[in-house]
Every structure is written in C-alpha cells, then in structure tokens.
C-alpha cells in the first residue's frame, strides 16, 4: 500500500486506474479490503483510491495528539484530498457517515460528486444495535480487544449486536482476520479507534450537519439497501429529497454493506453514475 503524510499522521491508502479520482471510504472495524469484489467490477479509466481510515483496522497508529472528534475525521479526510492532490473527487460515503459534513464544515471544496450507500444521516448515531454496542467499547475495560476478539468467531459475528444486520451474508473469515489484525496487534490503533468511538454525539448538530447538503451543488447518487435494518430506507429517500441533483437507486436483498451482498448491483449502479449511462433501479 501506498503511505501519505498529513497532519494527524501517516494514511496509508490502496489505488488503481488512471483518470477522474474516485475516493471510497469505510466504517468502524474495517478497511479498504470492504470494495474488493465491486472493484473489479467498475470501469477503467477513472483514479480509484481506497484510504484505511483510523477507524480500527488501519494499519498504522495516527500521532498521539490528532484530533478525532467528528469535525477532526472530516478535517483528516479534506487534508487526505489535498496531499494527493485530488480535486473534483466522486466520494463514496459507506456505514461511517460522518464525511456527510464536509459541506457542513466548509471542507467539501475538492469534492464533485458524491456516492451515498447506507450510512449514518441525520439523527441516526450511533446507528442502531451495531453503533449501540461500538459506544460501549470506552466504558468496558478492554472492550476493543474483547470485540476485536469476538468478531473473529463466527456466530457471534453473525448476531445483531455485530454484523448480523450489517450484511445478509456471513462475512468472509479472511476478510474480517484482515480487519481485527491492526487492532489486536497494537494497542495504539485501538487507542485511536477509542478516540473516535468515545466522542459526545450530538444529534441536533448532527442533523443539521446532514441537512446542510441542501448546498452541496455537485450530482449525487444515494444507493440504499431497500431493507437495511440498521441504516433506515427512508434516510436515504431524504437525502435524495435534500440533495439538489441526487438520484436514488435502491438495491434489494441486501443490508448495510451491499457491496458485499449485491456487488454486481452496486458496482451496476455505480458504473452508470461514473459515466454518465442513464441509472436504473437495481
């Protein structure tokens, strides 16, 4: 993986392609490894560029003192943009929803487009039994190795308290072995991952933060999960409602993570949206 400085510390960040940069975020306990099925499903000549946020399963520690309160993340995020240099950026949004504020805070300048899958809008944060028991993680002695742990066998994986609602299908072994590694390795990512996890939420500022997309002028294409338990649907008719020039594609038979559950769906709708081909409903 490709490395790059910023303030907060050294992102490393995973690429292919050449062209108009595609930027694909994650949320807690995962990583860039999350798009690899819709990856190599999309078409060429766009940038695609995958970051490891410090959300648990980065590989490398953020320095001690970087801020990761919410206004932090989406400073980290801008700042990522401007060290490499990418402007009129298609973002992909996915579970973690608070990059949804850049427009909020004034540091959407090197975004064009944006991607919405199922994640956190308006009220919903934490967002429901997954975010509920990711809030416990600072109050429990070792509650981030605990759950780090736990997450690796799967029936536990697989209950509603982890990912049963986050995936209609059972996550790969491999895949979530690559995602706890980091945090079961080093103490200091799940030090940062306790940073994010344990900030005060605010739910009101959290809304208006979301709402202020109404002056995001870029297209959008919000591409919801139809049955999401976790991410409500009509979160995602809102933001199409909100955001001037969105468009909403809903994708049956699958819960938050719908790149894993419906890849070909996703990377169908994604692909139009990339190049301008009209979007059908998947």
Not at 111 to 122: D, H, K, N, S, T
């Amino acid at each position: 993986m490709a490395v790059v400085e910023i303030p907060a510390g050294r992102i490393h960040y995973a690429e292919r392609g050449e062209g108009p940069a595609v930027v694909f975020l994650h949320g807690l306990l995962m990583n860039h490894t999350l798009w690899d099925q819709v990856l190599e499903l999309l078409p060429t000549g766009f940038r695609y560029v995958l970051p490891d946020l410090p959300l648990g399963a980065h590989p490398e520690p953020l320095r001690a003192d970087a801020d990761l309160s919410m206004r932090g993340m989406n400073q980290l995020v801008a700042d990522f943009l401007e060290a490499l240099e990418l402007r009129d950026v298609t973002l992909v949004h996915s579970d973690w929803g608070g990059a949804l504020f850049l427009t909020a805070y004034g540091l959407d300048e090197r975004v064009g487009r944006l991607i919405v899958m199922p994640c956190e809008a308006f009220d919903n944060f934490p967002p429901g039994l997954p975010g509920k028991t990711a809030k416990l993680l600072p109050i429990l002695p070792g509650g981030v190795y605990m759950a780090l742990r736990q997450f690796r066998i799967g029936w536990i994986r697989r209950t509603p308290l982890m990912f049963g609602w986050m995936a209609r299908k059972p996550l790969p072994d491999e895949l979530v072995r690559g995602w706890t590694e980091p945090g079961l390795r080093d103490k200091r990512i799940r030090r940062d991952l306790l940073g994010y996890a344990g900030i005060d939420i605010d739910k009101q500022a959290y809304i208006a933060n979301t709402e202020a997309l109404r002056g995001f002028s870029g297209d959008a294409l919000i591409l919801w999960s139809a049955q999401d338990k976790v991410m409500p649907p009509e979160h995602g008719r809102r933001l199409a409602e909100l955001i001037p020039k969105a468009r909403l594609v809903e994708i049956d038979d699958a819960y938050v993570l719908s790149m894993l559950d419906q890849p070909r769906a996703v990377a169908a709708a994604m692909s139009a949206f990339l190049t301008g081909a009209a979007v059908e409903h998947a």
